[in-house]
């Protein structure tokens, strides 16, 4: 049963990592958008970093 749990576990955490690095991504570009407002860059800036160290927290997890 454990070997079942660990596995959904592994999975979630793989998913999730994934998702955070997609979305990371996605604000990179924005950050790097000379056409978006200087709010917007700054804002997609922060959430990039933050997905980042959501990506590093679910790879660790695996």
Known sequence: MDAIKNAAT???????QGVSG????ANKQVAKDS???????????????SDK?????????K
């Open 10 to 16: 592994s999975a979630s955490e793989t998913i999730q």
């Open 22 to 25: 997609t979305s990371k991504e």
């Open 35 to 49: 056409d978006a407002s200087l709010t917007d860059r700054a804002t997609a800036g922060k959430d990039a970093l």
């Open 53 to 61: 160290a959501s990506e590093e927290k679910h790879a660790a997890k």
